[in-house]
């Protein structure tokens, strides 16, 4: 049920001052985590604290970037959306550099190394299988791009609803957990895609009943 019946806008103002703080934020955490791991301020073991802010954060982002669309219509207001293209690319930039900070500081750009490291740890796959698509929802994330793939970029940018539970896939195996902190992760993830999986049990259910309609018709 709507909160307002009236939608409520931003000002240009305001709108472009949030962008700013979330920008602030985004990039200056980010620039901060590699700055202290350089200058020896994140423990005994920087690069695993890196690996796992980055990786986190990159979650955080996914888990906000699909909030948006509820709140939008919860509100109703179309201003979380104007928001939805910014956060998304950070989700991207964060999973990137968590990948980057595993290549260039856990195994040391040794690519010979990195065969044994996905035998070994399988759920490598698994999140370079959500990096790839983050980056191609990404690099298809502006405008024209939009307007020239028409209702092909609907689909493709549906994959987000995929991207979530291979991320948290990849962060409770590399935990080696699904209990304690992923669980959290996990019924944040459920609550935020139930809607979507309900209408595409309505959807599924429509179908079915078309094609049984059909059949029955020529019969």
């Known amino acids: 049920m709507p909160l307002r019946k009236k939608p409520f806008r931003h000002s240009v103002w305001q709108r472009r001052s949030l962008k700013g703080l979330i920008h602030l934020f985004a990039l200056g955490y980010i620039a901060w985590l ?8 994140l423990g005994p073991d920087p690069v695993n604290t890196l690996i796992n802010e980055t ?3 990159a979650i955080h982002f996914l888990l906000l970037t699909l909030t948006l669309s ?25 999973a990137f550099a968590h990948l980057l900070t595993y290549i260039v500081f856990e195994i040391q750009l040794d ?3 990195v065969a044994s490291e996905i035998v070994s740890r399988p759920y490598i796959i698994v999140g370079m299988a959500a990096l790839l698509l983050l980056f191609a929802l990404t690099a298809t994330s502006f405008k024209r791009i939009q307007r020239n793939m028409g209702k092909k970029w609907q ?9 979530l539970p291979l991320a948290l896939l990849h962060f409770s195996w590399s935990q080696k957990t699904f209990w304690q902190e992923p669980v959290w992760y996990w019924m944040i993830g459920l609550i935020l895609m139930s809607p979507r999986m309900k209408q595409w049990y309505v959807t599924y ?3 079915s009943q078309k094609k049984s309609r059909d059949k029955n018709a020529v019969a």
């Open 70 to 94: 509820p709140l939008a219509k919860w509100l109703p207001s179309p201003e979380p959306m104007q928001f939805r293209r910014m956060i998304g690319v950070y989700t991207f930039v964060y």
């Open 155 to 163: 689909k493709l940018h549906n994959s987000i609803y995929l991207i």
């Open 55 to 57: 990786g986190t954060w």
């Open 34 to 41: 590699f700055f202290a791991g350089v200058t020896d301020q």
């Open 111 to 113: 690519m010979a190394l």
């Open 205 to 207: 259910q429509k179908k």
